[in-house]
């Protein structure tokens, strides 16, 4: 001890550490805590040599490699969540780091060769010529041959699948069988390309028709009739979950991706086009930024024609389409909702195509030059459509603080299922933001008013005439997402009640004109709405046999877990790797669950009686003033969290004092209500409504500008963000711009330069907020059009979220759960409170240990 008092007190270090030690003080670390770690590091500083170049290089990227542990304000632990971390970066990515210093170092070196080696395989196959043979082998063999080999290959694969799927195996073969598989995904889940994604659906159907064989033939219990319902209850929701799933590889195995047809030169062969904007409800300023835009496309003027469809009848309406110049249509009736009313307005527009954007989708000046060229290109093209984009955040996002940070609950059916679709002809069109041949539309007798979802059975109807359709990727408009949570679940209603209408009174598996795989893919959207009774079942199955002694998989604990876990798991690392850019991992859960109590009731009542329900208006532009619970939305998930911590109560005093033949059978679930009650924990936090204020929403960005000021000065500046009714903007030099100053906002548009009358609203430092004042029509068409309407405004923002890591996913879908019950401890009576906040604190500080995923890209600042 007297040795470490004089490294700490008396030698020449002993001024640094006495520096760190008052750091770590002055972060707010306790004294103990920052004693200890103190002496730690200097101690450890003296075995390990951290003077190294090595070890100096990690201390640089310190919140690279150890994201979870601040290196200013230490805690307790930080020892063992240092140790942790190092041992997974070891094992996971040491291919990132210099492995000639650390133990370990083959198993490393094999690890990086092994990285190496999969990365290069493809350009070393197509070097060698094996595709290039492949396929000159094939082309020699006459039509018939192939056909054979293909039907050779087809029953031979069924076979040995129907082998694999049913074979019988004893626990110890079925371990060894599952650990075969497993190896081989992780062999190919890093190879680059679409044949290793295919072999990953193919281990995950393997392994997912195994486990379902297996529930239907061995673990049903026909002796005790409580555990039977409860098990065939089960085994009805897994039935679906694996037919959806399927149905799910089978729609995205090849997204298209399809890219846009150059217009012909000659302009006068462009078509004419009827640009509709229906509104209801809806406030005049969520319309006007639309109709500015529209106003700004890059089309010839004679041949486009703007409508607003106001099924309002709204005197203010009519007087802004006359200022603006656009034609206004209002009905005296109003049936059929949003269908009838673009119905009503088809009977004044004649031009050759019709597009059309609810009221709040700006689009961009590019969006007919990007879509039209495909409707000349194919004369049996009726519809076309792009993607919906937000730059408002949904519940979801807003209320969980992840905007712009995980993929919102739209990106996975735009970014990739309706790129999956237009693989198959199957593209469904989305009511906002297409284009539809007019003489398509009028074959059909106009949109679809049988349903709620007109949109998706106008498609439909289409594609049974035999029309095609199409789907381009790329965002060319932009709108405001549900500004609460309830109308967010009162549009989901509105979807789910529509589809299984459709399903009801036109089912695409029956009836002419469709092709197998249309079926499938309109199938399997129509079936994703009737998750909500599964997902219940899910959400209370554990509690049958913790609360009634049912047994729903009657089977060994071993063999549920050897049966079970390689089903999940398989799934969820495939999924992974079909959309990981599009829907991380386990953040489906949240969305469904909090779906499902709502969507379970008109599902069921639109199966029985398809013509029962009404069409709802989802209302955009909203104020949320204060954060608040949403205690009617959360109602249903206060009372499974209830049941859920129950079924946890009785497990855990099974697990102690019940029979010891039960105790795995108990603890596997146990650990199912654990996890159901992080879901749950999710649902509720997204029922703390996140206050926002703002009538006009920030988009940021990054673009040059410029500000004049009254006395001729001009600065250059950054425009940071923007609304319809001001921008943040930051000076490059510190400027005496005062508040109430009037100014002129610079902005250029390729050429063309535009000056826009504004007020300083705020100053600080650099930065400064300044207000539109005072613009006429054609100025603030103008500004849309340098702004919103920008043709490259949205293109790469579906594709800006990080690669999904399942582990990453999973540790936080459990904080969230975490931190929902923390939310509604704020919330709760005085001894709830605390004891949520104690058992919430407890699992935040056991979290804290597990280790981190770092990201790529950045790895070669420490090599």
Not at 45 to 68: A, D, G, I, M, N
Not at 405 to 419: I, M, R, S
Not at 714 to 731: A, E, H, N, R, W
Request: aromatic share 12%; with cysteine.
């Amino acid at each position: 001890m007297r040795w470490v008092l004089h490294l700490l007190l008396v030698s020449p270090a002993s001024r640094g550490i006495q520096e760190r030690y008052r750091g770590y003080r002055h972060a707010g670390a306790p004294a103990f805590t920052a004693f200890l770690t103190t002496l730690m590091l200097a101690i450890s500083w003296t075995f390990l040599r951290f003077e190294s170049p090595s070890w100096q290089k990690v201390f640089v990227c310190h919140h690279y490699w150890f994201p979870h542990i601040s290196s200013r304000r230490p805690r307790p632990a930080d020892a063992v969540r240092y140790l942790l971390q190092g041992v997974w970066l070891l094992l996971t990515r040491s291919e990132s780091v210099s492995v000639r210093h650390y133990s370990f170092a083959g198993w490393s070196k094999l690890q990086l060769r092994y990285t190496n080696w999969l990365h290069s395989l493809p350009q070393r196959l197509q070097e060698a010529g094996v595709k290039e043979r492949s396929v000159q082998y094939l082309n020699r063999l006459s039509q018939r041959m192939r056909r054979m080999l293909f039907i050779f290959a087809a029953v031979f694969a069924g076979l040995l699948a129907l082998l694999c799927i049913s074979q019988p195996f004893d626990l110890q073969a079925q371990f060894v069988f599952v650990l075969l598989l497993w190896c081989i995904a992780m062999a190919v889940r890093r190879i680059p390309g679409r044949l290793p994604c295919l072999m990953l659906i193919v281990l995950s159907l393997t392994v997912s028709c195994r486990y379902l064989w297996w529930r239907y033939t061995a673990t049903l219990n026909w002796d005790d009739p409580v555990s039977l319902v409860c098990g065939l209850l089960l085994l009805m929701a897994e039935t679906y979950a694996w037919v959806v799933l399927v149905l799910g590889y089978f729609q995205t195995i090849w997204p298209l991706n399809r890219q846009p047809v150059p217009m012909p030169a000659d302009i006068n062969a462009w078509p004419t086009v009827d640009l509709m904007v229906p509104t209801y409800n809806e406030e005049l300023s969520v319309v006007k930024p639309t109709i500015y835009a529209a106003l700004g496309i890059d089309w010839p003027k004679e041949k486009i024609t703007i409508y607003i469809l106001d099924d309002g009848n709204r005197p203010e309406f009519k007087a802004f389409a006359a200022e603006a110049g656009v034609k206004y249509i209002a009905r005296p009736t109003h049936e059929h909702a949003k269908a009838g009313n673009i119905n009503n307005a088809l009977k004044y527009a004649t031009s050759e195509l019709v597009t059309i954007f609810d009221c709040d989708h700006v689009p961009t000046r590019s969006y007919l030059q990007l879509t039209v060229g495909w409707f000349l290109k194919d004369k049996k093209l009726a519809m076309l459509q792009t993607p919906h984009h937000f730059f408002s955040p949904d519940p979801f996002e807003r209320n969980l603080g992840r905007f712009r940070q995980t993929p919102n609950e739209g990106t996975l059916f735009y970014g990739l299922v309706q790129d999956g679709n237009d693989m198959w002809d199957a593209t469904f069109f989305c009511g906002s933001c297409a284009i539809l041949r007019r003489t398509a539309l009028d074959e059909i007798g106009g949109i679809a008013v049988e349903t709620v979802t007109e949109d998706a059975h106008t498609s439909l109807r289409l594609h049974r005439r035999g029309h095609t359709s199409a789907y381009i990727r790329i965002p060319q408009a932009a709108g405001l997402a549900t500004e609460s949570l309830s109308a967010h679940i009162g549009q989901r209603i509105r979807w789910a009640r529509g589809m299984v209408q459709i399903f009801r009174l036109d089912n695409p598996l029956l009836g002419k004109g469709l092709k197998l795989a249309q079926r499938l893919c309109y199938a399997n959207a129509m079936l994703h709405f009737l998750s909500g009774i599964p997902r219940l079942i899910f959400l209370t199955a554990p509690l049958a046999f913790l609360l009634l002694h049912a047994y729903i998989i009657f089977a060994p604990a071993l063999a549920i877990a050897l049966y079970v876990l390689p089903h999940m798991i398989h799934a969820s690392l495939t999924n992974s790797r079909i959309q990981g850019k599009y829907r991380h991992s386990f953040w489906s859960e949240i969305y469904e669950t909090v779906l499902a109590w709502y969507i379970a009731r008109p599902t069921t009542v639109a199966l029985l009686n398809p013509h029962k329900g009404k069409f709802n208006v989802t209302s955009k532009g909203g104020l949320v003033k204060e954060e608040h619970v949403d205690w009617v939305i959360s109602r249903p998930y206060l009372l499974l969290v209830v049941c859920n911590l129950a079924g946890l109560v009785f497990g855990l005093w099974r697990m102690f004092f019940g029979p010891a033949a039960e105790a795995m059978t108990v603890f596997v679930s146990l650990v199912w209500v654990a996890y159901n009650m992080t879901i749950l924990g999710g649902a509720m936090a997204v029922a703390v409504e996140a206050k926002q204020v703002r009538q006009s929403h920030r988009v940021e960005i990054a673009m040059p500008a410029a500000v004049a000021r009254a006395d001729g000065h001009i600065f250059p500046c950054t425009l940071q963000d923007y609304s319809d009714g001001g921008v943040g903007i930051k000076m490059r030099v510190l400027d005496k711009m005062k508040e109430n100053d009037r100014v002129a906002l610079l902005l250029k548009r390729g050429r063309q330069e535009f000056s826009f009358p504004c007020i300083v609203t705020r100053t600080h430092g650099l930065h400064a907020g300044i207000r539109l004042v005072g613009l006429s029509t054609r100025q603030y068409t103008e500004f849309i059009q340098c702004t919103f309407a920008r043709a490259d405004t949205w293109a790469l923002w579906q594709d800006g979220f990080p690669e999904d890591k399942p582990v990453d996913s999973l540790r936080d879908v459990l904080m969230l759960g975490l931190h929902g019950y923390q939310h509604m401890a704020d919330y709760a009576p005085p001894v709830i409170r605390r004891l949520l906040i104690g058992f919430t604190t407890s699992a935040l500080w056991i979290m804290s240990f597990i280790p981190h995923g770092v990201g790529g890209g950045r790895t070669s600042t420490v090599q």
